[in-house]
């Protein structure tokens, strides 16, 4: 009887570690959890690198598409393209997005119009 116990107790030890110990059942089933996640990441990695490498074909070859791009991202234009400032409903110009620029004390800077330079009278 007495080997009964000993052996019952053995097996359920045996059988905790089996489960729960390192590299047991339950850290089995996450590490192949973080292997499924793993390979999810990496499969999307894989297409956004795909995208990078199409795109850089582009810009080595394709002037159309870097003037796409300087024209969307950077704002930039060509010479004889017309430019529309749009107002907002107020009548007001939108303003950039920048902070305007301070004066040394925290005080934004104000800008003025200088007068139009006299005419001399003389041709150009």
Do not use: C, W
Not at 6 to 16: A, K, Q, T
Not at 26 to 32: A, W
Not at 69 to 77: F, K, P, S, W
């Amino acid at each position: 009887m007495r080997i009964g116990r000993y052996l019952l107790v053995i097996i359920l030890f045996v059988g905790f570690f089996i489960v729960f110990g390192n590299r047991g059942l339950l850290d089995n089933q996450r590490l192949k959890e973080k292997l499924a996640e793993l390979r999810d990441e990496n499969a999307r990695l894989e297409a956004v690198n795909g995208t990078l490498r199409r795109e850089a074909v582009l810009v080595r070859e394709e002037t159309r598409y870097i003037e796409s791009v300087a024209r969307q991202e950077l704002g930039m234009v060509k010479r004889g393209d017309l430019i529309y400032r749009f107002m907002d409903p107020a009548g007001k110009k939108e303003e950039p997005s920048a902070s305007p620029p301070s004066n040394g004390n925290g005080n934004p800077t104000r800008e003025t119009e200088s007068p139009p330079a006299a005419h001399s009278g003389s041709p150009i």
